[in-house]
Every structure is written in C-alpha cells, then in structure tokens.
C-alpha cells in the first residue's frame, strides 16, 4: 500500500467520468500501490479496497469492526432515520419492516398490477413522438414522486388528528393502493411518526432513483447492442404467446425472463449505480498485510470490483452472457452486502422485467447523441439520454 499526499484527494476522487469504467483516479492509484490503498477523502484519512474479498469482510462485519459512515451532508437530505444511516438496534428495528413489507408485496399480483400499469401509462405517453429525453423524464417523475409522498403523509397525519373523519363523518378515502401501501407500514405501533415517514420515502425514492437508473442504463448499453436487443426481444415475445391478449404479467412471467435478468445484472456491474459505499473502521482491524487504524474511513469500491480483470474476462465489454456462469453472482457486489445488503434488490429487478418486457416489444431506438453515463459519483446522462424512438410494428402484444 503506499502513502499519498493527504490534500486535494477528495476532488480528484469525485472527478466525473464515464460509469462503465474505473475512472482516472483509481486506474492511477491502483496501477501504482494495487487493489487497496491509503488516501485522504472526505476529510478523513482513508483505506480504499477494488479487492473483492477485503469488500466482503468489510460489508459482512457491519457494526462489528466497521459501521456505516455518510458524510453529513447526506444526512441531511435523506433525514436522520433513513435506513442508510442508523445502527444498531434502530437499524435492525427498521430494516425489519421494509424488508417485511418489500418481501410480502413484491409477487403479490395486485402489487406487479400497479407497477405494469405505471409502465404502460408511461409508454403510453410516449405514442405518437419520435424522440424522448428517457433519463430526464425518469428523474422529473422521482420529484413528482416525492412530493405526492409527502402530501400523502402530511393529509394522514391530519385525518388521523381528526379521528379519519371527513365533514360528512365518513372515512375519507385516498386511492386504493396508496393506502393499502401506507397503511402497512403507518400501522406499525411501535414506530414514531419521524421513523415512518424515513420509511415510506427510503422505500419510494431510495428505489425510485437507482432503479430509474439502472433502466436508463439498460437502454443505453442495449441502444449500442443490437444482437441483445434481438435477443431480449425473442424471450418477450414468447412470454407474450404464452398469455391471452393483454393479460398482465405476473411473478411466473417474471421468473421465465432468464435473458432479462442476465442483461440487468450486466447493466449492473458495467453501469455501476452505487459506485462505493462508506464506512469507517470501529476498532484497529487487520486483514491479511492490510493494517486498517481504527476511526478511518474505509471506502469499499464496487466499481473496481465490477472492472477487475482477473475475476472478469474483457471486463469493460457488456455481454449478458457471460452470466450463464452462475460463479458471476459472487464476483459482483452491485446491492452491497452483510447486513446492509439492499432490501430492494429483487424488486428492482422485477420492475426492470416488466419494463423491458412493454419496452422491446413495443419500440426500437437509437441513442440520439454522444451521450454516456457519468459517475458524478451517482449516474447522470449529461444531455439527459436523448433517444430517437420508432414503434416495433413487427411484434404482437
Ligand atoms: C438498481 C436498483 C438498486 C441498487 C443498485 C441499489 C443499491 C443499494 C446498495 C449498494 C445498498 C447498500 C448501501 C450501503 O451498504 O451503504 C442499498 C441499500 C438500500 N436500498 Fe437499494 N438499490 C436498488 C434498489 C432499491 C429498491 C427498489 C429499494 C426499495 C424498494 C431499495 C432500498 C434500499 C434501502 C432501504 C437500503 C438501506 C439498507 C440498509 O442500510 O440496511 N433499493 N441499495
């Protein structure tokens, strides 16, 4: 491992560039001193690790030798109970519930009904255009999104103060599935009005975000890959002969979709949606030569781990693939891992199913211009991935 200067790190470590690659810092740094090395970042000296197995160990021993540490920043935007930042106890009481509620609605047919209507309507929306501006349209949503959520909250919060009565005495309603969803989770007793709230919108923006991402990724790396997008669009349109005209899809259609999920699990470790992670070291903690001093900051690199020629063959090359190898699985770390692994992670790809599925057998597209996925560190498209957009008239649906 070798020493750097301890100033200026941060800038250079945040330095946009292209998400499917390791960018110039790391390329830099890990040439020079290897897969784990020391810096200054964050204001914190600093271990970072591209090695896939120190990640392991440093996600696996999460409030045992290492704990989360976000900068404080980001405490501020996601609120001081999100699920990303508590430990301890808290974190288990609350990881409990979303991962609960996430595992009870995620194959409940009512639950994918709602989400393949959304994604109609959204494609719906796009007949009669030639071009879409895909991730700038994604992001505008996550904002309406957000603020529909916290209306929602603030008009329970005061029903319930009014003993849920409305002027004519009867309950007032909200759309069905808006409050089947809030009522699972505002019903829990045992949690305060601040941690419910942290709840709803951990699970509706801390999922919106990235799985928005990740489709704009997907359509990027397909939009550049005509042989998977032939592919992809055999497995939907054989799932499509299976079922009566528009019947909706369902958790057996989902489990059919093999191409699909090799291609998003590609689209995840090219595209890298969560770059890293932060942690700081609990105690002094050894791992092999590594020697990590206690209250560092300890940055596990997905990228590098994703990018790693000797896990991976040709590994800047998008090919799904290469994921017939069910080994893959262990050589990618894209939701994290331990106790903090994503509680969303099947969901996300059940969303991303049905979207590809309504999206390959409905248009083909072209990426209008030069864009690419930057890593700012979270992904952007800088023009907004701009696509030109013709309808698939050759598939039935
Ligand atoms: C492409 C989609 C997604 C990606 C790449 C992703 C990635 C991640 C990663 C890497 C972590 C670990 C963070 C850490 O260890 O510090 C995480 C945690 C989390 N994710 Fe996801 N996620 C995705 C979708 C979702 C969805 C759909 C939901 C909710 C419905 C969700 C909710 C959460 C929550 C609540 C946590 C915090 C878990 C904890 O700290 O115990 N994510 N996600």
Same mark, same amino acid.
């Given at each position: 491992?070798?020493?750097?200067?301890?100033?200026?790190?941060?800038?250079?470590?945040?330095?946009?560039?292209?998400?499917?690659?390791?960018?110039?810092?790391?390329?830099?740094?890990?040439?020079?001193?290897?897969?784990?090395?020391?810096?200054?970042?964050?204001?914190?000296?600093?271990?970072?690790?591209?090695?896939?197995?120190?990640?392991?160990?440093?996600?696996? %021993?999460?409030?045992?030798?290492?704990?989360?540490?976000?900068?404080?920043?980001?405490?501020?935007?996601?609120?001081?109970?999100?699920?990303?930042?508590?430990?301890?106890?808290?974190?288990?009481?609350?990881?409990?519930?979303?991962?609960?509620?996430?595992?009870?609605?995620?194959?409940?047919?009512?639950?994918?009904?709602?989400? /393949?209507?959304?994604?109609?309507?959204?494609? /719906?929306?796009? %007949?009669?255009?030639?071009?879409?501006?895909?991730?700038?349209?994604?992001?505008?949503?996550?904002?309406?999104?957000?603020?529909?959520?916290?209306?929602?909250?603030?008009?329970?919060?005061?029903?319930?103060?009014?003993?849920?009565?409305?002027?004519?005495?009867?309950?007032?309603?909200?759309?069905?599935?808006?409050?089947?969803?809030?009522?699972?989770?505002?019903?829990?007793?045992?949690?305060?009005?601040?941690?419910?709230?942290?709840?709803?919108?951990?699970?509706?923006?801390?999922?919106?975000?990235?799985?928005?991402?990740?489709?704009?990724?997907?359509?990027?790396?397909?939009?550049?890959?005509?042989?998977?997008?032939?592919?992809?669009?055999?497995?939907?349109?054989?799932?499509?002969?299976?079922?009566?005209?528009?019947?909706?899809?369902?958790?057996?259609?989902?489990?059919?979709? /093999?191409?699909?999920?090799?291609?998003?699990?590609?689209?995840?470790?090219?595209?890298?949606?969560?770059?890293?992670?932060?942690?700081?070291?609990?105690?002094?903690?050894?791992?092999?030569?590594?020697?990590?001093?206690?209250?560092?900051?300890?940055?596990?690199?997905?990228?590098?781990?994703?990018?790693?020629?000797?896990?991976?063959?040709?590994?800047?090359?998008?090919?799904?693939?290469?994921?017939?190898?069910?080994?893959?699985?262990?050589?990618?770390?894209?939701?994290?891992?331990?106790?903090?692994?994503?509680?969303?992670?099947?969901?996300?790809?059940?969303?991303?199913?049905?979207?590809?599925?309504?999206?390959?057998?409905?248009?083909?597209?072209?990426?209008?211009?030069?864009?690419?996925?930057?890593?700012?560190?979270?992904?952007?498209?800088?023009?907004?991935?701009?696509?030109?957009?013709?309808?698939?008239?050759?598939?039935?649906?």
């Amino acid at each position: 491992m070798g020493w750097l200067p301890f100033l200026g790190e941060t800038l250079a470590f945040l330095k946009p560039h292209k998400s499917n690659s390791l960018g110039s810092f790391l390329q830099k740094r890990c040439f020079r001193y290897g897969k784990v090395f020391k810096s200054h970042l964050f204001g914190s000296p600093a271990i970072v690790s591209c090695d896939l197995e120190l990640n392991m160990f440093i996600l696996q %021993n999460e409030d045992k030798l290492f704990q989360t540490s976000y900068p404080k920043a980001i405490h501020g935007i996601l609120g001081k109970y999100s699920l990303l930042l508590v430990s301890g106890d808290l974190h288990k009481k609350l990881r409990n519930v979303i991962v609960g509620f996430i595992s009870s609605s995620k194959s409940k047919s009512n639950f994918l009904q709602c989400v /393949e209507k959304l994604l109609i309507s959204m494609f /719906e929306s796009w %007949n009669d255009r030639e071009q879409v501006s895909f991730f700038k349209e994604a992001k505008t949503a996550r904002e309406r999104l957000a603020s529909t959520v916290k209306d929602l909250m603030k008009e329970r919060a005061a029903l319930k103060g009014e003993a849920g009565l409305t002027d004519d005495g009867h309950e007032e309603e909200l759309e069905e599935d808006e409050e089947e969803f809030l009522d699972a989770i505002l019903a829990k007793e045992n949690l305060n009005e601040e941690e419910k709230m942290s709840i709803v919108l951990d699970i509706l923006l801390g999922g919106y975000e990235t799985t928005a991402t990740l489709m704009a990724l997907i359509v990027y790396f397909i939009g550049h890959a005509p042989h998977v997008f032939q592919r992809l669009k055999e497995e939907h349109q054989s799932i499509r002969e299976s079922k009566k005209g528009k019947e909706p899809l369902n958790w057996e259609d989902y489990k059919k979709m /093999e191409f699909t999920y090799h291609v998003t699990c590609e689209a995840m470790r090219c595209g890298n949606v969560v770059k890293f992670v932060h942690r700081k070291a609990l105690q002094d903690v050894k791992f092999k030569e590594i020697f990590i001093p206690s209250g560092w900051k300890v940055l596990p690199i997905f990228t590098g781990v994703h990018f790693d020629q000797s896990l991976h063959e040709k590994p800047l090359e998008f090919n799904p693939w290469r994921w017939t190898d069910k080994e893959m699985r262990k050589k990618v770390t894209p939701f994290g891992g331990g106790p903090r692994l994503c509680p969303g992670a099947e969901l996300a790809k059940v969303v991303i199913g049905f979207f590809l599925h309504h999206l390959v057998l409905k248009y083909r597209w072209k990426i209008k211009t030069d864009d690419l996925p930057l890593a700012y560190p979270y992904v952007e498209f800088r023009r907004g991935l701009i696509l030109e957009i013709e309808p698939a008239e050759d598939t039935i649906e």
